[in-house]
């Protein structure tokens, strides 16, 4: 690329058009170390210089650098470094303002050194700074005509220029760089993000299950309680298959009143309703070519229910308000922590819709069916939050954790993590105690359940119980109870209202 873009700049003799094929370069060169050489020989060539150089100020050291020079001593000069302050090129660094030296005999702040010791005679320098955000980065510096002739203050302009580019192009590379940084530290993030953590048998059967239907479109439906990691096991599925480099698009279901549930799948078109001032995308065409996570989809009504079973049957769906049919290739994962076979025996949960979503099935264990994996999954956590708090030495104890163990976490893996974290904040800072967690001791059982009590009665006595217990664990916040139980807060007031549980 280097030999053709030198090549091409030899046929376009209009200073201008060579400006404007320089300028074209600081987009299209990639290599910032072969962008400045470009540059600077360009320098050189249209300027008619015996030598160039183009010096990179080091904060830290408060030395010039060369990074790049030409004419025949150039590979001596860039063993050398400047003070800043020292010499003409240290000058104008130090200074930011350009500089013409018609005869460095005659000024006092030409630094003699290196031309003395490379033997390279030196009568004019032209040096301008370059700038970035207005910090001066380095200079670009010119030396002598080739024809012996002294370098005129016309020429400063130009020089300016090339200085200019030279700073766009490190501008535009520490840009691109912090891109490159900033993509691969969040793929280190989401990577360690979404980690499944456990060694148990249950765990590496569901994990060995989901690497068998990675491969293929297969709908696959994963169960579980809620906080057992089901959107963990849907991005290892996504992951580990052909559609890794294209996007998960996750929806929760339960989030959502039917109206925006059909606009966030299916998007909508300007003016659909009111407040529909433009198109949106919805998510069936945001996963074209990757997979759609459909959380909570036992929660869904049974008229979105028959909705997504015509796009599934027929492959095509129409953004709300619009007439346009849209076809997209996406790859259904569904979750749900209800027991979606008795939903569809009750007629709950459409028939057809569970065996279109329900052709392999994946059932995540909970944390008491994994209990060997609560150590592993306490220290990773523990890790979380040492680096976040700023407590790289904090433990915890065998006593707290012989707790962890014996306890059923009705909140899964969910409610460990909030465990630990509070823990974190409440402890002493050097050793996590029992009392520290907050849970509770073993359950025995829901007291408030008896033999003669209707089903109705029993499920009722038992999630008021259990949002009790919820709302005293969290000290009456709603949020943190909502969170640990899976459910949406909005839900846990209504149920709260239903139970008569506002004092608590």
């Not at 030396?143 to 490190?170: N, Y």
């Not at 659909?272 to 070519?289: H, M, N, P, Q, Y």
Request: aromatic share 6%; glycine share 8%; hydrophobic share 40%.
């Amino acid at each position: 690329m280097h030999s053709a873009l030198r090549k091409r700049s030899q046929n376009n003799n209009s200073p201008i058009e060579r400006l404007r094929e320089i300028s074209s370069w600081v987009s299209s060169v990639l290599d910032l170390d072969q962008l400045l050489e470009l540059i600077i020989e360009k320098a050189t060539i249209m300027m008619r210089a015996k030598a160039s150089s183009l010096l990179l100020l080091d904060k830290r050291t408060k030395k010039l650098y060369f990074k790049v020079a030409t004419g025949a001593k150039k590979e001596e000069v860039r063993k050398y470094e400047i003070n800043l302050g020292q010499g003409i090129a240290g000058y104008v660094a130090e200074k930011g303002e350009p500089l013409l030296i018609q005869d460095v005999t005659k000024d006092p702040r030409w630094y003699k050194k290196i031309s003395e010791s490379t033997g390279f005679e030196t009568k004019s320098i032209a040096c301008v700074p370059m700038k970035m955000n207005g910090d001066i980065i380095g200079v670009v510096e010119i030396i002598d005509k080739e024809d012996g002739s002294p370098i005129q203050p016309q020429d400063m302009r130009l020089l300016t220029v090339f200085a200019d580019l030279a700073s766009l192009a490190i501008s535009n590379a520490q840009k691109i760089d912090k891109v490159r940084r900033e993509n691969q530290d969040l793929k280190e993030e989401l990577s360690q993000r979404y980690q499944i953590i456990g060694e148990s048998q249950a765990l590496k059967k569901v994990i060995t299950d989901a690497f068998k239907v990675a491969n293929s479109k297969t709908s696959t439906m994963i169960l579980g309680e809620s906080g057992t990691g089901k959107e963990l096991l849907a991005r290892l599925i996504h992951m580990a298959g052909p559609r890794k480099e294209e996007p998960m698009i996750v929806l929760n279901c339960a989030a959502l009143p039917d109206t925006l549930l059909e606009a966030e799948l299916f998007g909508y078109e300007k003016g659909a309703f009111t407040g529909a001032t433009s198109r949106k995308i919805g998510k069936f065409e945001l996963a074209d070519g990757g997979t759609l996570f459909l959380d909570e989809i036992g929660e869904m009504s049974p008229g979105m229910q028959a909705k997504l079973l015509r796009v599934l049957q027929e492959g095509v769906f129409y953004r709300v308000g619009g007439n346009t049919p849209i076809s997209v290739d996406v790859r259904v994962i569904s979750a749900t922590n209800r027991d979606i076979t008795q939903e569809v025996e009750q007629g709950k949960f459409r028939e057809d819709l569970y065996y279109r979503l329900n052709v392999v099935q994946i059932h995540m264990p909970s944390l008491r069916e994994r209990k060997e994996d609560i150590p592993l999954l306490a220290n990773y956590f523990l890790k979380i939050f040492q680096k976040e708090k700023g407590l790289p030495d904090l433990k915890i104890s065998k006593s707290a954790m012989e707790k962890m163990i014996k306890y059923d976490w009705p909140g899964n893996i969910r409610e460990l993590r909030n465990a630990i974290e509070r823990a974190v904040v409440m402890g002493n800072g050097k050793e996590i105690q029992p009392e520290d967690l907050p849970i509770f001791s073993v359950r025995k059982g829901n007291q408030g359940i008896s033999v003669g009590m209707t089903l109705k009665d029993a499920v009722n006595a038992f999630k008021k119980d259990f949002i009790i217990q919820n709302l005293r664990h969290t000290g009456g916040n709603r949020t943190e109870a909502a969170r640990i139980m899976g459910i949406q807060r909005t839900y846990l007031s209504r149920m709260i209202s239903k139970y008569n549980l506002q004092e608590i």
